[in-house]
């Protein structure tokens, strides 16, 4: 194993990855603001953790080594003028309108220890625990709303708010408003836990970049190869940027940029397929068809190229990635009414923890069934509350460290 951030496969050896156990920040979502943060149910918070758990003990069961966002965060804040500074930044970005208010949250938040605050960041800050009046009419027009500083309930999908490639981190800037402070999380980390990111970590993208780009969306192919979709949540102006920056300076020679539909339904690359084996894939069935994908690489002038491709999936695949064939592996299968249930509970969310050894969620007994027929191993985890948030295992998990293939 190699020390580090060390990420140039999907499917290598899996050594050491980021979670978030999903906490009190559950219990800040209602039907009231349902859509804004971005959930369709309510997972029950007792349940989801103890599923959380089992899937933090699999992964230990594995010889993976779990760390926790909460857990790096203390470290990376343990200096006071550093918790200081993000203390000024997070608030500046929880749009509050009202100096007094901002001035009694820092307040607040610095009088906590380190973890009891960052606790509080992530679960949210109400009103009644203030006692400050704001004199600011947005405050007052939104007076019945509870809190000050909203929840952050997608924080246990960790795939999202950056991704380990290669040697290197890539920290998003975030579509929504609604995700958009997870990434500084992760950017105080990169900055401040040693642990996380040694000295000479390579960072190619930044929380404080313009344009949106998500994890969810980037796989890393091979050591020279790095598929983005562009996406509901990733732009092309992101993907560009990220592009020369890794190009630049890493051994990557290539990245894909895989066109597919801006809806729900198809949120993330992650979403429509993933790697399993060294070829084998699980997809949903609607990208089969031909895809317009476009290739950035790097001149000998060192500006960018671009070209464009249209081909079905499993040709781009074999070409790609130099093999004779691959074995693209149907979410549900062939029955149309299992691929829609079993791809709205991420059945092609997978994550590979070894070549050929994928965690699933238990309930896509279908999929699960064919990827054991195709000789993949399937580790499964229970998820009545944790698929309510509409992520499967790779979702819920950034590799920090895997095995060269």
Known sequence: MKPGINNYSEIGKLNKVLLHRIGNEIEGLVPDNFERLLFDDIPYLKVAQQEHDKFAD?????????????????????????????????????????????????????????????????????????????????????????????PMPNLYFTRDQGACVGNGVSIHHMSTMARRREALLLQYMFKYSKSFAPDGTNLWYDYDQAYSIEGGDVLVLSDEIVAIGLSQRTTVAGIEQFAKNILDESTFQKILVFDIPKCRAFMHLDTVFTMVDFDKFTIHPEIEGPLQLFEITLGKDGNARFNSIQDELENILKIELGLPAVDLIRCGGNDAQAAQREQWNDGSNTLAIAPGTVVTYERNYVTNDLLDKKGVKVLTIPSSELSRGRGGPRCMSCPVNRDDL
Do not use: W
């Open 58 to 150: 699999l992964l230990r069961a594995n010889d993976v080594e779990v760390i926790y966002y909460v857990d790096e965060t203390v470290k990376a804040l343990k200096d006071r003028k550093v918790r200081q500074e993000f203390i000024r930044k997070f608030v500046s970005e929880s749009d509050i309108h009202s100096e007094a208010v901002k001035e009694a949250l820092e307040e607040y938040l610095m009088g906590m220890t380190v973890k009891e605050m960052v606790e509080k960041v992530i679960s949210g800050v109400k009103k009644s625990e203030l006692d400050v009046k704001s004199n600011s009419l947005a405050d007052y027009i939104s007076s019945g709303y509870p809190y000050y500083t909203d």
